[in-house]
């Protein structure tokens, strides 16, 4: 069992750039992948970025292929995602979950309690 913590949302300008971050507690962390999901207001929650447990398998959503990058360090216990060229429609609560490899939310069992992130234009 692991509980995700999110840090490193805020407000940025389009074309900017932030990092998310997340501390799982739990000595089980390496055993999941991981996941970020996002959550922008009047919208059902989205697959973002997942990353398998040894960090060696990326995936993610179309909309952010070559803006962002997902990385894990399982020393750590930390996932981090790495935002570039932010958009307005980047603009949402970012959450960090714990679970299957994959893009549906049910297969992640575990979630933090999110971050915000704001991109103005």
């Known amino acids: 069992q692991v509980q995700p913590v999110e840090s490193g949302g805020g407000l940025v300008q389009a074309g900017g750039s932030l990092r998310l971050s997340c501390a799982a507690s739990?000595?089980?962390?390496?055993?999941?992948?991981m996941g970020w999901f996002r959550q922008a207001p009047g919208k059902e929650r989205e697959f973002v970025a997942a990353i398998n447990w040894s960090g060696g398998n990326t995936y993610y959503q179309d909309s952010v292929k070559g803006r962002f990058t997902i990385s894990r360090d399982n020393a750590k216990n930390t996932v981090n995602l790495h935002m570039n060229s932010l958009k307005p429609e980047d603009t949402a609560v970012y959450y960090c979950?714990?679970?299957?490899?994959?893009?549906?939310?049910?297969?992640?069992?575990?979630w933090g309690q999110g971050t915000q992130v704001t991109v103005s234009s």
């Open positions: 739990g000595r089980t962390f390496s055993s999941y992948a």
């Open positions: 979950a714990a679970g299957a490899f994959g893009v549906t939310p049910n297969w992640y069992a575990y």
